[in-house]
């Protein structure tokens, strides 16, 4: 049985313009205790837990924390054989000396936070990195003998398509195992919220994301779900538990857990959260549990997103009539077409 862990580290050197996670820049002076807090929490829960599949460690920016605290946190969670361990980073901290720390502290796959190869675009979106470091960062991985992942965003204000193909063609020069495209959304409370002048196009994001399907492919990464193609083999196992209704332990502040049905989340500040583990207390701030309806509609809507799709016997004719050239039979499954992805969640709706 798949099982996977969720780790959020919430420390940020920098905040995005678009960035609505909980995520902090000063709040580095909790470093050790959140760390320390965290691997409580796993060692707390190890007893109850399967054999661990996947563990993915996101953020905020895991990588800015020193690599041997989580590294402590990791080596508490009881992994199973051949489990896949994936920690975030930031470009401009993968270096060689850090990625192989994280190769010989067991983590097996890295997710490069790029978003763009052209400093223009990363303007806009309010990143800081250096492109250049990006490079290093695949050279580091490369080196350390970790297959990654490139997180790329597409849709910032005035980025052209041409702007977008340099972005894609230099991603896929750095030989990643997967790529992330996701199109830049507006969140609430975040500086692009408040800049409507900034907001993206949907007709050009159409445009980007087709382009993003067209190169990728050509360059022998197999789409498999919405925002994500991967090279055969190299699927992410551990967003796959997300896509279909799998089972997780959330640690750390803000992070999300689901067993049996039950979705929880724990408390959103690491103030709160360190003190609660501290303390002996659950972190857990709040749950909710889904009915055996509300879990089959949540699991058409999220196998929707795959290549899979959902089973054939699930969607009613009329549905898939009503969808005509967003959804298509496949066998015994429907499955989205490619102008289908553009609107999934449009298409998931009426699967409800």
């Not at 862990?5 to 420390?11: I, Q």
């Not at 790329?152 to 977008?164: D, V």
């Not at 303390?279 to 909710?288: I, K, L, V, W």
Request: charged share 25%; net charge negative.
């Amino acid at each position: 049985m798949a099982f996977g862990v969720y780790v959020h580290v919430p420390f940020c050197r920098h905040r995005c313009d678009y960035c609505a996670f909980a995520t902090w820049t000063d709040r580095g002076h909790l470093e050790a205790r959140y760390l320390a807090a965290c691997r409580r929490q796993v060692l707390e829960a190890a007893p109850d837990l399967p054999p661990v599949t996947s563990v993915f460690v996101g953020g905020g920016t895991p990588s800015l924390v020193a690599p041997e605290a989580l590294l402590d946190v990791l080596a508490a969670v009881p992994l199973a054989g051949g489990a896949e361990v994936t920690v975030e980073c930031n470009p401009d901290d993968l270096d060689h000396e850090r990625a192989a720390a994280y190769a010989a502290g067991g983590v097996t796959r890295l997710s490069i936070g790029v978003q763009s190869m052209v400093p223009e675009v990363l303007r806009t979106l309010g990143r800081d990195h250096d492109p250049a470091n990006v490079r290093r960062a695949a050279e580091a991985a490369h080196a350390a003998g970790l297959p990654f992942n490139v997180d790329l965003l597409y849709g910032a204000t005035g980025e052209t398509l041409e702007q977008w193909a340099t972005t894609l063609d230099e991603a896929i020069a750095l030989e990643p195992a997967h790529v992330s495209a996701y199109a830049l959304t507006v969140e609430a409370g975040t500086p692009l919220a408040a800049d409507p002048a900034r907001h993206p196009d949907d007709d050009t994001q159409a445009d980007q994301y087709g382009l993003a399907t067209d190169r990728l492919g050509a360059a022998g990464f197999e789409w498999y779900e919405i925002s994500n193609w991967a090279k055969p083999g190299h699927e992410c196992r551990h967003n796959l538990l997300y896509w279909t209704e799998g089972e997780y332990l959330a640690v750390g502040c803000a992070a999300h857990g689901h067993r049996g049905g039950r979705r929880h989340w724990n408390l959103r500040t690491p103030e709160r959260y360190v003190a609660a583990v501290e303390e002996g207390r659950s972190p857990e701030a709040g749950a909710e549990e889904l009915d055996a309806g509300e879990r089959r509609v949540e699991g058409l809507q999220l196998a929707i997103r795959t290549r899979h799709g959902v089973p054939g016997t699930e969607v009613d004719d009329h549905v898939v009539a009503e969808l005509d050239g967003l959804v298509e039979r496949q066998g015994d499954r429907v499955v989205l077409t490619p102008a289908g992805r553009l609107l999934a969640n449009e298409v998931a709706i009426r699967l409800g």
